[in-house]
C-alpha cells in the first residue's frame, strides 16, 4: 500500500474536518497488552505478556503512562463495553466516583464503575442488573490498576440479510416494477424445459428473486409453484437443496455471480449462469 505524503494526509484531513468529522492522526505507539481483563466477575489474569503497540492519536493519550487491554465478559454492557472490545487504561491507582477502573481483587482482576457512598464504603459497581455490586471490604485485598480513560470499540459488521432487507425495501418504495404472478408461472412453464436437475431450479428461483417476484429466502414458497406449473417435471426442486446452494456469490443478483467464488464450477456454472440470464429475460418480456 503506497504511504500518503504530508501534502495529502493534510488534504484528507482537511476533506473530513469539513464534512463535520474530528479527524485525529494515530500517531502514539501505546502498548497493547495480550490480557482478557473480566468485565464480569473477578478473574485471574495469570501471567500477561506484553503483545505489541497500537497507535493512538496524541490527545487521546496525554501524557501519563497508558496501556491498552481486551475485555472479556458483559457486565458492563450498558455501559457500551462488550466482550472484545479494547480499554486504554491510564495506570493510576486514584479514581473518582463514577470512573471506569481496573481493579486487583485478592490477585484477581475486573472492570466495574469505582463509586463511594453516602457512608464512605467503597463499590465497584457494574453496569448490567445480572451482577451484583461488589463492597470493598477491609479483608480484601484491593488495588486500582488503571482508570479507562478511552473506550476502543471492535469493529462491527453488518449481516449480510440485514443489508438485502434493507435494500429491497427500499428498492420497493421507489417503485421498481416487479413481474406478475402470471408472468412468473409462465416464465417457469417457458424456461421448465431447460432445467435437467433439480438444483438448477436454484438459477430460476434467484432471477425471480432479483426482479422482486419472489423474497428472499422463500424456498419452499418456490417449489411449491413449481410443483404446481409443472407437476410432470422428471426434476422437481427440493427446498433444502436449494437453501444449501445460497452460499458464496449465489447469496447474490445473478449479475454478480463469480465463476470462482460460487458453490458449483465448470460447466455447471456455466448451465446455472445460462438458465438464471433466461429466465431474467422471460420475467421482462
Known amino acids: ?73 458483559d457486565s458492563m454492557k450498558d455501559a457500551g463495553i462488550e466482550e472484545g472490545d479494547r480499554l486504554e487504561l491510564r495506570l493510576t491507582d ?22 463511594v457512598d453516602e457512608n464512605g464504603c467503597q463499590w465497584l459497581v457494574p453496569s448490567n442488573d445480572a451482577y451484583d ?37 427500499t428498492k420497493g ?3 421498481s416494477r416487479t413481474p406478475s404472478k402470471e408472468k412468473m408461472e409462465r416464465t417457469i412453464l417457458r424456461v421448465a424445459g431447460e432445467v435437467k436437475h433439480g438444483r438448477q431450479w436454484f438459477a430460476v428461483y434467484r432471477s425471480m428473486v432479483d426482479k422482486g417476484g419472489l423474497t428472499e429466502g422463500a424456498f419452499s414458497e418456490f417449489c411449491e409453484a413449481v410443483a404446481r406449473i409443472v407437476p410432470e417435471h422428471g ?22 455471480w463469480e465463476r470462482g467464488d460460487a458453490p458449483v464450477s465448470g460447466s455447471r456454472y456455466d448451465d446455472y449462469l445460462r438458465l438464471a440470464r433466461l429466465t431474467a429475460a422471460e420475467l421482462v418480456k
Not at 94 to 100: E, L, N
Not at 235 to 252: D, G, T
Request: aromatic share 4%.
Open 1 to 73: 500500500m503506497k504511504a500518503l505524503t504530508q501534502k495529502e494526509m493534510q488534504e484528507m484531513l482537511t476533506m473530513l474536518t469539513l464534512s463535520g468529522m474530528c479527524p485525529m492522526v494515530c500517531d502514539t505507539a501505546v502498548p497493547y497488552y495480550e490480557a482478557n481483563v473480566p468485565a464480569g466477575v473477578p478473574a485471574d489474569l495469570g501471567d500477561v505478556e506484553r503483545g505489541d503497540y497500537i497507535m493512538l492519536p496524541r490527545e487521546l493519550v496525554g501524557m501519563s503512562p497508558t496501556v491498552v487491554v481486551n475485555v472479556r465478559g
Open 94 to 115: 486514584c479514581a473518582r466516583d463514577g470512573d471506569i477502573v481496573v481493579a486487583c481483587i485478592d490477585g484477581e482482576s475486573t472492570v466495574k464503575s469505582y463509586f
Open 133 to 169: 455490586a461488589i463492597c470493598l471490604t477491609e479483608d480484601m485485598q484491593v488495588h486500582i490498576v488503571g482508570v479507562v480513560v478511552n473506550h476502543i470499540k471492535k469493529c462491527p459488521r453488518t449481516s449480510w440479510n440485514n443489508c438485502m432487507k434493507s435494500i429491497r425495501r
Open 173 to 175: 418504495k421507489l417503485g
Open 235 to 256: 426434476h422437481l426442486p427440493n427446498a433444502v437443496e436449494l437453501r444449501r446452494l445460497s452460499v458464496q456469490s449465489f447469496r447474490k443478483s445473478a449479475s454478480l
